[in-house]
């Protein structure tokens, strides 16, 4: 650890950039201009002066040897050269060729970049007063774009300690000029009229402050205006603003100019003569055929056969003939053709010659069968298992674009008994489903609604599938018929509405499961009821509104709420298979709501957080929700230092474990389903080295019962409630390969809501190894795949 922190190493009059501050007024955007330090100093990990990469390179550069990659490069390039000169085979040539380019790649990496210790590492930062007077620059240009026109930027560095240096840059930002006038030159009285008809949407305002990346969107904005309204040709080039600072003192005119283009004098709008639509581009085995031509809704359609039904294709094409060129509607056509996952690309480009205008539509087929397995492990409680999937998916199934997709997936995985205390169990669980998605509502829309409809990429599935679960307590099948439609507003906002999904559920309990069940029932709780055999019908609306969420190295934001009605039919009509099967009928209201965000702080470290919360309300007879929609809080994505699905119910505790050495104080083999949870989360990620990063998290949740028990402690009050929150923190690491994030995290509790009052702050109390007490706590580890939120 010294050696990743110490000076000792630097030569000379060499010094280390220790730190970079910058000194300047409210107002001035210090973030932004952070990011334009020319030099980085190293790394560290959270608020400790420790640069793990630093140390990290060092480790690998003195194991380094140049002159040992450039000698195996030699050999390797001799020896593939050889095997090349020595065969015939274009085939194996080409093959040879290919490995030879990658090997040469991977060595050059090496020798440009080092070895993988120095790869991942980074070496140290040493001060040079030349990087210095170039952030000084790029301070001040930044600051100009910004309206401070007379800004003035100073920097000095300080030797705090021994060769650690500090650099302070003092930023002078002078008077901001704003814009005091905005007028127009166009001579095109069609633009200038459709500029002044939009004027409301400019970026540019009177009052506003300088800012050229505002200019250059504003550029933007009026480029794909002119665009969607027949300017196929029109360049940004003939956009020009001019300003005028002399007029009055710190204010600005500013001149919006649209030029004529010089040749042919004026701004030409572009309408399509017509539309070609070729589906079958590519299509194997069709060569030589002949193509024939047919006219559906104005589009001619190029076809070797009638694969695919025209209708559906034109309710994604969303140019017309005798229409004005639009370019956000050709790119929504070459998005909403994608998305029917029946072409392997689209592409759609415009003909100019013989004084017409011709939009080509030009798309590939995907094959139409596909097979895929897949084979891993599962982490759903804790304790990994092995499963093995496979998708089998047809495509046009009945030449509407339909997908039939079938799947299987069968896995085990080591689950906590409810029955046994301590032990693990081999939990087995299967399932099969069958579906049939169309690319539209099937509901009785006239012609001109489904093609309006198109554009929010409509889609209906019909489900059904059969699932078996078999643990030591309970043996569990479902069988379900479901139908969903599926439509999007824009890219980031998609609802689902099921208006019939249908169930049919039947358990088996083993004799010490239910003598446990009755056990609960006698101190009213009467979770007995959700597991006779049942039906459930629900009615399910969603929404989920998706910014960014999942990509790296971005702000962002998910949101997603469900609203569920069960049983509602039954209310007007009740099946009699229902009472001639001894079915047990549920009746019930269901919401949930979920808000996750992540924000990005700098390039390499970010802060998120989530809250989720949900409730359910039974009126049905048996006064319960059925099993599977209980809410449930721990685990691996919910508060981390209770083991899944373990937090709760409210302040009740659990009974006391009988071997408390090996196990904790509590007894937590038994689920506590609740009927609202409330829970949330914060976290700080931070990378440390090449792929790995940490983060630290405080989780913070509970369940509570509003019918199914006559307990206190279980039952939601609001005088109590947030006194009964479990709350946890902890550490993680994150593995980030890219393509899978594998993620470690230890949960310590911190508040334990079943302890008894006065007893219930635990954070110094915890332990990593047995044997565990009364006050000492063990710690949960948890092991996921992806982000916890």
Same mark, same amino acid.
């Given at each position: ?55 990290? %390179? ?76 170039? =952030? ?46 905005? !007028? ?165 480009? %415009? ?40 998708? !089998? +998916? ?113 358990? =088996? ?66 099946? +009699? ?31 998120? %957080? ?133 993620? !470690? ?45």
């Amino acid at each position: 650890m010294s050696g990743c922190i110490s000076t000792k190493y630097l030569k000379g009059d060499e010094k280390l950039l220790y730190r970079q501050t910058i000194e300047a007024s409210e107002g001035v955007p210090k973030e932004e201009l952070k990011t334009l330090f020319v030099q980085k100093k190293n790394s560290q990990l959270g608020p400790l002066p420790i640069n793990l990469s630093v140390g990290l %390179y060092r480790y690998g550069k003195r194991r380094f040897n140049k002159d040992k990659f450039v000698a195996k490069k030699t050999r390797r390039e001799k020896k593939f050269n050889a095997k090349i000169e020595a065969t015939e085979n274009q085939k194996r040539i080409a093959n040879l060729q290919y490995r030879k380019q990658n090997a040469i790649d991977a060595l050059n990496k090496k020798i440009d970049n080092g070895n993988m210790p120095m790869q991942w590492g980074e070496p140290l930062t040493l001060f040079d007063s030349t990087s210095m007077q170039l =952030t000084q620059t790029k301070m001040e240009s930044f600051l100009f774009n910004r309206g401070y026109f007379h800004a003035k930027v100073g920097a000095t560095a300080k030797e705090v300690e021994k060769k650690k240096i500090t650099v302070t840059y003092t930023i002078l930002p002078g008077v901001l000029f704003t814009y005091d006038t905005i !007028f127009h030159n166009i001579p095109d009285e069609k633009i200038y009229n459709l500029i002044a008809k939009n004027h409301l949407l400019s970026l540019i305002k009177i009052g506003d402050a300088y800012n050229q990346d505002k200019l250059g969107k504003e550029r933007d904005r009026i480029d794909l205006l002119l665009k969607d309204n027949g300017y196929y040709d029109f360049s940004k080039q003939f956009i020009d603003f001019s300003l005028d600072t002399n007029a009055v003192k710190n204010k600005i005119k500013l001149r919006l100019e649209i030029l004529n283009p010089a040749k042919r004098g004026y701004h030409k709008q572009f309408k399509i003569d017509s539309i070609i639509f070729t589906p079958d581009v590519s299509a194997a085995g069709k060569e030589n055929l002949k193509r024939n031509s047919s006219e559906y809704h104005n589009i001619t359609f190029d076809t070797y056969d009638d694969t695919y039904s025209k209708k559906i294709l034109a309710q994604r094409v969303f140019i017309s003939k005798d229409s004005l060129y639009n370019r956000t509607q050709t790119f929504n056509t070459q998005r909403q053709l994608a998305n029917l996952d029946n072409f392997k690309f689209v592409n759609l480009n %415009y003909d100019t010659s013989g004084g017409r205008f011709v939009a080509n539509l030009f798309t590939s087929p995907q094959d139409r069968y596909a097979w895929g397995n897949e084979a891993g492990m599962t982490v759903s409680q804790g304790f990994p298992g092995p499963y093995f999937s496979s998708n !089998f +998916k047809k495509r046009n199934l009945f030449g509407g674009m339909e997908i039939l997709e079938i799947n299987g997936r069968f896995g085990f995985e080591g689950v906590a008994a409810v029955t046994s205390v301590g032990g693990f169990y081999k939990s087995t669980e299967a399932n099969l489903n069958a579906s049939v998605t169309f690319p539209q509502f099937l509901l009785p829309f006239q012609r001109a609604a489904s093609f309006r409809y198109a554009r929010n990429n409509p889609r209906t599935k019909i489900l059904g599938g059969y699932t078996y679960t078999d643990r030591p307590e309970y043996q569990r099948s479902i069988a379900t018929v479901s139908a969903t439609y599926t439509w999007d507003l824009n890219r980031k906002l998609q609802f689902s509405f099921s208006p019939a999904t249908l169930n049919i559920i039947n358990s =088996t309990k083993s004799h010490a499961f239910d003598s446990l069940l009755l056990l609960y029932h006698s101190q009213g709780n009467n979770l007995i009821n959700a597991f006779n055999p049942s039906y459930v019908s629900s009615m399910i609306f969603s929404m989920t509104w998706n910014n960014n969420y999942g990509q790296a190295q971005k702000n962002s934001t998910f949101i997603r709420t469900t609203f569920e009605s069960g049983g509602t039919m039954l209310n007007l009509y009740s099946p +009699k298979f229902i009472t001639n099967e001894g079915l047990e009928p549920y009746q019930y209201l269901r919401f949930s709501f979920d808000l996750r965000k992540s924000i990005m702080v700098t390039k390499t470290s970010s802060f998120a %957080y989530r809250f989720n919360t949900g409730v359910g309300y039974a009126y049905s007879s048996n006064k319960v929700l059925p099993y599977e929609k209980n809410f449930f809080a721990g685990g691996s994505n919910s508060v981390r230092a209770w083991r899944p699905r373990r937090l709760g119910i409210g302040s009740d505790p659990p009974p006391v474990s009988n071997n408390i050495a090996k196990s904790g104080y509590f007894n937590y083999s038994f689920e506590k389903p609740g009927q609202l949870l409330i829970e949330a989360s914060v976290e700080w990620r931070q990378k440390i080295i090449g792929f790995l990063n940490y983060a630290l998290f405080i989780d913070a949740g509970n369940v509570w019962a509003l019918q199914t028990s006559s307990n206190p402690n279980q039952t939601f009050e609001f005088n109590r409630f947030y006194k009964e929150f479990g709350i946890g923190t902890g550490f993680g690491l994150r593995f980030d390969f890219s393509f899978l994030i594998l993620r !470690f995290d230890v949960g310590i509790k911190a508040w334990d809501p079943a302890r008894p009052v006065g007893s219930r702050f635990l954070l110094w109390d915890a332990r990593f190894v047995k044997p565990y007490s009364i006050n000492r706590e063990p710690v949960i580890y948890n092991i996921g795949i992806g982000y916890p939120f």
